[in-house]
């Protein structure tokens, strides 16, 4: 299987997706508009992300968004 194929299984995997080989700042308005659109369980983006990925992986994406959130503020879980 290719590294670059699989889905991020930890927290430090996620950030380094998302910052580093997709090159997508984690800053706090991001942060803000993605935790918006995955807690929205209508949102038709986050409805097919729980599709293809399923709901408990829609709820570690949606903790590790909280997670950077947290530590952009100082507050450290």
Not at 1 to 17: F, G, H, K, L
Request: net charge negative; proline share 4%.
């Amino acid at each position: 299987m290719n590294d670059e194929n699989v889905i991020p299984a930890t927290y430090e995997q996620w950030r380094n997706c998302i910052e580093v080989r997709c090159n997508i700042p984690l800053t706090s308005t991001y942060i803000g508009e993605r935790l918006t659109e995955l807690q929205d369980g209508k949102h038709p983006k986050t409805r097919e992300f729980a599709r293809q990925y399923g709901t408990d992986h829609l709820q570690r994406i949606i903790a590790w968004f909280r997670r950077a959130a947290d530590e952009l503020s100082g507050e450290q879980r």
